[in-house]
Every structure is written in structure tokens, then in C-alpha cells.
């Protein structure tokens, strides 16, 4: 009879692995850790088949080469951004993901945030808060309907917001240059990105990290949009380039920025609350405090 293979799960969120061990029950032992950095579960995998991941890492080249045994690195979520994939090619390791992940979770939580631009939603929360009772304050408001979103990228996450967007009577653009005009049957004009940042009231970002798309919102990019535009980032934080954002928002050059915290930026902002950067407590001022 083989031996079971080891299987490492660096960390995980949720409060039963059960899944897990039914699905690897006579094939695998697991280990399960609750990790945050390599250097936390590299004593467990050092001799592991295969690492199942959520948030911990970055795998880097010289993580790999410290599993020498493992041939598979499985991503929870969508995003394979923390694990170096041209180093898991040399080493022969394969890398997986999971690319249905949370899409209509996301995709309604984009359009949540859409409409607390549109609606000033957190503007009026803190006022009432605060024992004042004005609408004047918070102006202008506008409807979504009529309005134009662009969408920077239009993978599975962003055509759900489209469908969403299409239903609240939004015009919407998209950027994406993987997606032919027509290819899926959801909302959508294809435009290029200068266009979509020129003619949008609403963007909302929703692609991959890559060499191409980190720091994609910049300077030139931000210059582009509507003063009146928002910006939403529902994807990972390096997609714009925070000091920009901040600049843009310093110069009114748009209105304002939300963001979805569950990526990079989230640290930046946990890293404001308790030891203020200049530049990290100034976006944390713009988006929570404007």
C-alpha cells in the first residue's frame, strides 16, 4: 500500500476543514496551520506533496526550493499574484487556483460601493452620527441610471458588475484586451482605456495583478478622469499607485476613491491606524474621513 502524501494548508479563514479531510480522507494527511509568512510554515511543508493556500506568503523562488518534495501549490481564490510563478515552472511545481471564487460576492459588493459614491452613503452616516440632520452638506448626489461606468477589466468579476450596472440603468464601458466586442452577452462597449477614463462618472477596477496592470491607475491615468469621477478598487491595491491617489485627491482631480479592503491596501491602512506614514494616513484620510 503507498503512503499517504502530506498536504500543508498554510491558512485559512473559515472554521471547519472537514471539506478537506473528506475529499483527502485515504489519499493525504493534512496539516492544517494558521500562517501569515512562509517562514511560519516552512518547517511543515519542507517535505510536503502538495501546499493548499489562502493569504500566506509570498512563495517565492527560495520557498520552493526549500519543498523540494511538493508538486502542486493550490490557491483558494482567484489571484496568483503571491506566488512566483515562473519559479514554480522551473521547479516543476503546479500552481492552481480557484476562479469562480466569491465572483457575485464581489461584483455586489463593487456595485455597493458604487452606489455610496453616488448616494454619499458613509458622508451622511458620519452626519447623522454626529447629530446633524442636512442633506445640503452632501450635494451633489446623482442617480446611477443615465450615468457611465468603466470597467478595467472584464473577466468574471467585472461582467457581473455589468450586468448588475445594466439593471440600474447604467451606460457601461469597458477596458479589457482579452474580451472581444460582443464575446459575452452582458452590458458592455469595448473602449480603450484613455476613452473609458475620460468619459466615465464611476470606474471601477477589476483586473488581474501582472507586470502589466501594477500601478495602472497613476499619474497620467488619474489625469484623465472627470473631476466629479470616482474611482473603486475592488481588485488588488498595487493596481494604483497609492501616491498618485493621493496626489489626485489632494489636487480635487477626482472626487473621491472606495475601496474594497481585503487586498494589499488593506495593510497600508492597518499600517496608517497604528504607526502613520505620510502617505498611507493621507489615503486613509481621503477614503474614510472625506
Given at each position: ?7 500543508v494548508l ?6 471547519s476543514?472537514d471539506v ?25 511543508a519542507g517535505?510536503?506533496?502538495?501546499l493548499?493556500?489562502?493569504y500566506?506568503g ?6 520552493m526550493?526549500?519543498m ?5 501549490i ?8 503571491t ?15 480557484n ?8 461584483a455586489?459588493h ?10 454619499k ?7 447623522v452620527?454626529?447629530g446633524r440632520?442636512?442633506v445640503?452638506p ?12 468603466g470597467?478595467?477589466?472584464f473577466?468574471h468579476?467585472?461582467r ?11 451606460r457601461v ?5 482579452f474580451?472581444?466586442q ?15 477614463l475620460?468619459?466615465s462618472?464611476?470606474v471601477?477596477?477589476?483586473p488581474?495583478?501582472g507586470?502589466?496592470t ?7 491615468t ?15 491595491g ?8 493621493v ?5 480635487k482631480?477626482?472626487?473621491a ?7 494589499e491596501i ?15 494616513a493621507?489615503?486613509?484620510k481621503h477614503?474614510?474621513?472625506?
Amino acid at each position: 500500500m503507498a503512503a499517504k502524501a502530506k498536504v500543508v494548508l498554510t491558512d485559512y479563514v473559515w472554521e471547519s476543514i472537514d471539506v478537506e479531510k473528506k475529499i483527502l480522507a485515504g489519499l493525504a494527511d493534512i496539516v492544517a496551520m494558521k500562517t501569515k509568512k512562509p517562514e511560519e510554515f516552512i518547517a511543515q511543508a519542507g517535505d510536503c506533496d502538495a501546499l493548499l493556500n489562502t493569504y500566506a506568503g509570498p512563495i517565492t523562488a527560495e520557498v520552493m526550493a526549500k519543498m523540494p518534495k511538493c508538486r502542486i501549490i493550490a490557491r483558494y481564490g482567484i489571484g496568483v499574484d503571491t506566488i512566483d510563478l515562473e519559479a514554480a515552472t522551473r521547479a516543476g511545481i503546479i500552481v492552481t487556483n480557484n476562479p469562480g471564487y466569491c465572483v457575485e460576492e464581489v461584483a455586489e459588493h463593487a456595485m455597493a460601493l458604487l452606489l455610496a459614491c453616488a448616494r454619499k452613503i458613509a458622508f451622511y452616516d458620519r452626519l447623522v452620527r454626529a447629530g446633524r440632520w442636512e442633506v445640503p452638506p452632501g450635494k451633489p448626489l446623482f442617480r446611477l441610471a443615465g450615468s457611465t461606468l468603466g470597467l478595467v477589466g472584464f473577466g468574471h468579476i467585472g461582467r457581473q458588475v455589468a450586468v448588475r450596472a445594466g439593471a440600474f440603468g447604467m451606460r457601461v464601458l469597458y477596458f479589457d484586451p482579452f474580451v472581444k466586442q460582443g464575446q459575452y452577452d452582458v452590458p458592455g462597449t469595448s473602449a480603450e482605456l484613455k476613452d473609458l477614463l475620460r468619459q466615465s462618472d464611476l470606474v471601477s477596477l477589476h483586473p488581474p495583478l501582472g507586470p502589466q496592470t501594477r500601478r495602472m491607475i497613476n499619474d497620467e491615468t488619474l489625469a484623465l478622469m472627470k473631476p466629479t469621477a470616482f474611482l473603486v478598487n475592488c481588485a488588488r491595491g498595487p493596481v494604483v499607485d497609492t501616491d498618485a491617489l493621493v496626489r489626485a485627491l489632494d489636487a480635487k482631480k477626482i472626487e473621491a476613491m472606495e475601496a474594497a479592503i481585503a487586498s494589499e491596501i488593506a495593510e497600508a491602512f492597518e499600517f496608517a491606524i497604528a504607526s502613520p506614514d505620510p502617505v498611507e494616513a493621507d489615503l486613509y484620510k481621503h477614503v474614510y474621513a472625506e
